[in-house]
């Protein structure tokens, strides 16, 4: 996960030295110049990096001590956005993927550790250098080692939860044309999610694995973009109930 959180960086930092302008709006966040999002990425990794050094018995995001403002000029704040990921990844190898760690998403069944810290970190990355090269008309598709696992990721960690589902009980699969599948379930239980044996296939024994109520289809960039709200729903192969795909967006259950 290191690895891949390095190469993201240095591909957003790439699509920033790129751009004509640090005041240019960023399309998929139109609150914010590309200024803005090499800022929130940069201080939000120190952030992460402080909660992680920080070890298994913080109980809160931790802020991190001394951090410099993110510069204007834009070499120094790419070297800035350098030394950001920098404090990340070394307080990842420091602790371990196994160590505890705080995290938001206690109710999901995403561990809370280390490791699953630095999957979600790598995937926010991943998504903001989409956002970069966006900016810059030159948005290019995830690598698909990072595109299936943001898919499983982002079921995982943001789709699942014990609150209970406010509609009726349902199932929805996303297919990725890689040939990876996945289903997510939400009940009175609340949420949770899975990789399907084989893409698009489901043993007939396993009463939990019938026929989907809806069902998304797309590459797995498509999928994870989607998820993310960058491109829409619409934008995918949608059967089954589509209005499950409402209710699922809507819906924002206390983590």
Known sequence: ????????????????????????QVPTCPDWTLFDLVQHLGEGRRAWAATI??????????????????????????????????ELLDALREAGPDRGCWTWWGKSQSPQTCG?????????????????????????????????????????TICTTTVAWPHEPAAVDYHATEGRSWRNWVSDDGARAARLPTAGTMPAADEDLDVADASARGTANELVLALHGRIPLDSLKLDGNRRLFDQLTAWDPER
Do not use: N
């Open 53 to 86: 050094a920080a070890g298994p018995d913080a109980t809160a995001k931790s802020a991190p001590q001394g951090a410099p403002a993110a510069p204007r000029e834009r070499e120094v704040l790419l070297a800035w956005s350098t030394a950001s990921t920098q």
């Open 1 to 24: 996960m290191p690895r891949l959180i390095d190469e993201r960086s240095t591909v957003f930092r790439a699509a920033v030295a790129a751009a004509p302008s640090l005041e240019v």
């Open 116 to 156: 699953a810290a630095a999957r979600r970190q790598l995937h926010e990355i991943a998504v903001h250098t989409y956002d970069a090269q966006l900016t810059l008309g030159a948005s290019q598709p995830l690598p698909d080692e990072v595109a299936l696992d943001g898919v499983e990721e982002f079921l995982s």
